[in-house]
């Protein structure tokens, strides 16, 4: 998979931008931007806190728009370049 992946971005058929890829959960593929209405919405940023598994009151705070994850989220991802990450990285948390 990664071969032709790297063969597709290489021909220029595939790139990486900052966008979102619109998803037609009826038809379970990819929607052009040319076929979609685009919309700005102000939305609610939500933080939840997961109490540490050892203990230690070292929890780890998650930022989302999302809320109704929550119970469904095995992980949770750490961005390298943030001041947070050494301590989150590799730690067990529970579901609140």
């Known amino acids: 998979m990664r071969i032709v992946f790297v063969r597709l971005y290489e021909r220029g058929l595939i ?3 900052r966008y979102i890829v619109n998803w037609c959960p009826r038809c379970h593929t990819a929607i052009s931007d040319l076929e979609t209405v685009h919309q700005t919405l102000r ?3 939500y933080t939840i ?6 203990d230690s009151g ?3 705070v ?5 809320p109704e994850t929550l119970l ?3 992980a949770s991802p750490c961005t390298p ?3 947070a990450t050494p301590a989150a990285r590799g730690r ?3 579901c609140p």
């Open 62 to 66: 998650v930022a989302t728009t999302r």
């Open 58 to 60: 070292r929890d780890i």
């Open 43 to 45: 939305g609610t940023l």
């Open 72 to 74: 469904a989220t095995p």
């Open 49 to 54: 806190r997961y109490p540490a598994a050892d």
């Open 15 to 17: 790139y990486r931008g």
């Open 81 to 83: 370049t943030t001041s």
């Open 92 to 94: 067990s948390c529970a």
